[in-house]
């Protein structure tokens, strides 16, 4: 089954609807695990299979699809200037000098993010010196809703947004048993993660690792900093000392977000 893209405004209520079709190709290309054919880029995009051909074919010359087999995947170019954007972005080098500086969380995998819609976006990661290293790739995607990153983000919003972005939320992904099951648990995590001023995720995403998250208190985009650690090594003091590292460097990102 071809998976279809997500209901959004359509192309033709936008200034330039091939360039906006040529993006919503690159975000299905990115959603895949495996090479897409153009019937595939068709169905999902709802266009003729014609149409979809004559977008990938000038994302080829572009350098942003290749082939791949009997199909397509993104190009080295959007890795290209993915990276080039993070390397632009001052925040990003803020994360990684002040992580370095700090006396815990600077052995520790750390990682900094951003909130799109009900999803966390990874921007940077600093990989610590543990013998077993815990992170996810640079501009993954997760469910907002089983990171502690992504509920650190979620309580961070104001009421308002919090409703809009679970208004057509109508089930909850469950990676492992112990994530919620419904928006009301949701919220009622969230509610803690206010009151205590950071948030945990136990294992609710992966089995065996536990996060530890802050949100980053700064204008514009939500954002959050976090580490992730084997759940066998949490203990009182070391998570202490990790949650003290992480609103530290949370507040000095803010300082230096809001300028």
């Known amino acids: 089954m071809t998976a279809v893209l997500p209901s959004i405004p359509g192309a033709r209520d936008t200034p330039a609807p091939a360039a906006f079709r040529a993006v919503q190709v690159l975000e299905y290309l990115g959603s895949r695990t495996e090479p897409a054919t153009l019937t595939e880029v068709a169905l999902a995009l709802g266009i003729a299979k014609s149409s979809a051909s004559n977008l990938v074919s000038t994302l080829e010359v572009a350098r942003m699809v290749r082939r791949a087999g009997h199909g397509w995947v993104l190009g080295y170019k959007v890795l290209e200037l993915g990276q080039s954007m993070l390397a632009s972005t001052t925040l990003v080098a803020e994360f990684r000098r002040i992580t370095n500086a700090l006396p815990t969380l600077q052995n520790d995998t750390a990682l900094l993010a951003a909130l799109d819609g009900m999803e966390v976006i990874y921007l940077a990661r600093h990989d610590g010196r543990q013998p077993i290293r815990l992170a996810s790739d640079i501009g993954r995607r997760m469910p907002a809703s089983v990171t502690a990153l992504g509920k650190a983000m979620l309580a961070s919003l104001t009421p308002e947004d919090l409703d809009r972005r679970l208004a057509d939320v109508t089930v909850l992904p469950r990676p492992t048993k ?38 980053v208190v700064a204008t514009g985009q939500p954002i959050a900093v976090s580490t992730t650690l084997l759940t066998q090594r949490v203990r009182p003091e070391l998570r202490g000392r990790l949650i003290a590292d992480l609103t530290s460097l949370a507040r000095q990102l803010a300082t230096f977000a809001n300028g």
Not at 188 to 212: M, S
């Open 178 to 215: 112990r994530a919620h099951r419904t928006t009301v648990e949701l919220r009622r995590d969230l509610a803690q993660v206010r009151e205590r001023g950071y948030a945990i995720d136990d294992e609710q995403n992966t089995i065996g690792v536990t996060c530890f998250a802050v949100p």
